[in-house]
């Protein structure tokens, strides 16, 4: 359905994209992932036009979309694209900022478009706002009427650039859930998120951006678990653990247990083994001595079972397994009681204490 030859684009010396070729079926979920910066807005706004390309192709169903014959606003209304900022008009209500593009552009009777936008905030679940302002309704509601919007002008694609990421923590699920309902009436979706869980459940592809160019390609399980290339394997890494940094001694103890309940609550860990991560974080802190950089990282691996803590702190090696003094004793006996394994090394200037918590 789309196809993308070495399409490339440059800001004035900017390089964004450098050779993107890539096909896209019809039916098909792609997920866009890839650090900040490099370039997935910029695809995603090539694809629609609303950055002209500096070099390469681009088909739909075979149509070259940047021949000067082609019809672009014909084009175009085939893809939707839903942004992270829900640009609502503000000064419509729900209803006509669901009519007024296919009564204007699809040239659609007024009765005619309401029916529809009826039936697709009914999709949506907002049936009941039809009458209210965007400003009368919180983010996620917006974000879900911008995505009903996009669907009444019948687009065969839908583009997303992180639907959620101008969002509230708890307004995120319910976009990600009518984003899911859609997907299982066979639209097309190319969607830029970071939302990691959801990428990996609901995309029949990923592309892992990187460079200016599709870095990795594939399935979501091999990008997921068995990444083949270097960049693709330290994102995911980066994204699937936790990291916290911690500067003095009198560090925010509730703000750190709170991103590890976060952290466990993401990966579905039972309440017991959360006690246990944030007992174990808590100890190996206690046999800490010298605060002044100290790096916590968790992530949880679930081919082994089991969530491994690393405690990376700056100074002279001080191995607490063998150099221990009395008073860590009862920590480290805790800690090592709890643990599948305890480790240590020290490595570029870092003390680093290595812990496999078993998940069961
Ligand atoms: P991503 O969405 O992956 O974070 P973007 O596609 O937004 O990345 O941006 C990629 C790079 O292109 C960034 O360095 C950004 O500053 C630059 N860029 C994007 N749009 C423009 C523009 N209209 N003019 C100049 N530079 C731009
Ligand atoms: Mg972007």
């Not at 359905?1 to 039916?27: E, P, T």
């Not at 609303?50 to 209304?77: A, M, V, Y």
């Not at 951006?209 to 960049?231: A, H, S, V």
């Not at 221990?324 to 009681?337: F, S, T, V």
Request: with cysteine; hydrophobic share 40%.
């Amino acid at each position: 359905m789309i196809k993308v030859r070495n399409l490339s684009k440059h800001f004035g010396a900017l390089v964004v994209l450098k050779d993107i070729s890539v096909d896209i079926k019809k039916g098909e979920i792609i997920s866009v992932i890839g650090p900040s910066g490099t370039g997935k807005s910029t695809f995603l706004r090539c694809l629609n036009l609303l950055e002209t390309p500096t070099g390469g192709s681009i088909f739909i169903d075979d149509i070259p979309l940047l021949d000067k014959h082609t019809n672009i606003p014909k084009l175009r209304q085939r893809m939707g694209m839903v942004f992270q900022s829900f640009n609502l008009y503000a000064h419509l209500s729900v209803l006509e900022n669901l009519t007024i593009g296919p009564i204007k552009l699809l040239g659609k009777k007024k009765h005619e478009a309401e029916l529809k936008a009826r039936e697709l905030l009914k999709l949506v679940g907002l049936v009941e706002k039809m009458e209210s302002y965007p400003d009368e309704l919180s983010g996620g509601q917006k974000q879900r009427v911008a995505i009903a919007r996009c669907m009444a002008m019948e687009p065969e694609i839908l583009l997303f650039d992180e639907p959620t990421s101008a969002l509230d923590p708890t307004m995120v699920s319910e976009v990600l859930a009518v984003i899911r309902r859609l997907s299982r009436e066979g639209m097309t979706m190319i969607i830029v998120s970071h939302e990691m869980e959801f990428v990996r459940n609901m995309s029949t592809r990923v592309f892992y951006m990187d460079e200016g160019l599709i870095y990795e390609e594939g399935p979501p399980q091999q990008i997921f678990d068995n990444p083949q290339k270097p960049k693709t394997k330290a994102f995911i890494n980066r994204v699937r653990s936790l990291h916290i940094k911690i500067t003095s001694r009198d560090y925010d103890l509730y703000a750190m247990q709170g991103e590890m309940e976060a952290f466990c609550e993401k990966h579905i860990l039972s309440k017991r083994v959360t006690g246990y991560v944030l007992l174990m974080a808590e100890e190996v802190l206690g046999l800490q001595h010298n605060f002044s950089d100290i790096q916590l990282s968790l992530s949880y691996s679930e081919k082994e079972g089991t969530v491994e803590l690393v405690c990376a702190s700056a100074g002279t090696p001080v191995n607490p397994l063998k150099d221990n003094m009395e008073e860590d004793d009862i920590g480290l006996k805790l800690i090592q009681g709890r643990c599948k394994s305890v480790d240590y090394t020290y490595e570029d200037g870092k003390n680093i204490l290595f812990l496999k918590i078993k998940v069961e």
